[in-house]
């Protein structure tokens, strides 16, 4: 019997994976790993707890704990296609610390665990990725990143039509696919995604679209106020103040307004490079349109680029 975890992301093609392993190797030890950023859409979690009931899978879930804005406050940066370190230590570092030295993070979740066949899952297993034909150069740094296990990618093999999977199953299409996105992570707050993607949400979800506005807007003044003064030594206090103030803006949903110390003529932080997310609403609300042609999506590549941090930094 041989051990086989799948990076379970909540996608379509990683569930497309789950049932390639189900049918192909029946006898043996399956385990969906997710990795939780905390940031999902809710119709995520639902769909993977129903991939798991309807496949009869063990579910393991693992998390630090912290969203990507929470990790945003603590590294004093704004994340961005430049910059995406919330895959890297939310998703990617959880991963390799668990699989390779079996050190748990904060936070553990079973679910049907009464379908794993052995606790020992851990123990030389082959690793699954859902990348599919058009992703294939994710290959190389994947398996760059997870030596020495074996790594292996059914769909840059096998064409599996998710629709009648989905038939198969019984189980209903993740929310944000039949809103037109392309991936099913993190609300479609994706501080990786580009023009075309925040536009799409726009059109779909402006509730969703309106905070991520906002969280960009608060998180961009702290950031370059935290660097414009990071080396003064009068600014050190106050500093601490804006972070205190910051975590509790996030702790309270975005509805508290921080009491910030800034300054004028700050430097703009933006997660797409060409412009702020507030742009793409007053383009939106004097006409503009979607165009796929010309509107980069953008979007996160888990598990392509990892790297360790400086334990300093990550204390910070």
């Not at 004028?264 to 793409?280: A, G, M, N, Q, T």
Request: net charge positive.
């Amino acid at each position: 019997m041989r051990n086989r975890i799948l990076f379970f992301s909540g996608g379509l093609s990683s569930f497309a994976v789950a049932h390639h392993l189900k049918t192909k190797f029946p006898e043996d030890n399956i385990v969906l790993y997710f990795t939780d950023t905390k940031w999902e859409d809710e119709d995520l979690y639902r769909f993977i707890d129903e991939v798991s009931d309807k496949l009869q899978l063990p579910l393991l879930k693992h998390s630090e704990g912290i969203d990507p804005v929470r990790l945003m406050i603590k590294l004093k940066a704004l994340f961005s296609n430049r910059f995406g370190e919330c895959s890297k230590v939310l998703k990617m570092r959880v991963a390799k610390r668990f699989i390779k030295r079996n050190k748990k993070p904060p936070f553990e979740t079973w679910y049907n665990k009464q379908y794993l066949k052995d606790e020992n899952f851990r123990d030389n297993p082959i690793l699954y990725f859902g990348i599919a034909f058009g992703e294939l150069h994710r290959l190389a740094p994947i398996k760059a990143n997870w030596q020495p296990f074996e790594c292996d990618f059914p769909l840059a093999r096998e064409f599996y039509e998710y629709d009648d999977l989905l038939a198969l199953y019984n189980i209903r299409k993740p929310s944000l696919y039949l809103k037109g996105f392309a991936h099913n992570n993190c609300k479609a707050r994706c501080v990786k995604a580009g023009v075309g993607h925040y536009k799409l949400l726009y059109n779909t979800d402006r509730a969703t679209f309106d905070e991520i506005e906002h969280i960009e807007s608060m998180l961009s003044i702290y950031v370059a106020v935290y660097h414009k003064f990071k080396n003064d030594p009068e600014w050190k206090e106050r500093l601490k103040h804006n972070e205190k103030e910051m975590i509790k803006w996030h702790e309270k949903n975005f509805k508290y307004i921080p009491q910030l110390h800034i300054v004028d003529d700050l430097k703009v932080y933006s997660f797409i490079k060409e412009r702020p997310i507030r742009s793409i609403r007053e383009e939106m609300e004097s006409g503009g349109k979607l165009d796929l042609f010309v509107d980069g999506m953008g979007g996160c590549g888990c598990f392509v680029n990892y790297e360790d941090f400086k334990k300093e930094r990550l204390k910070k």
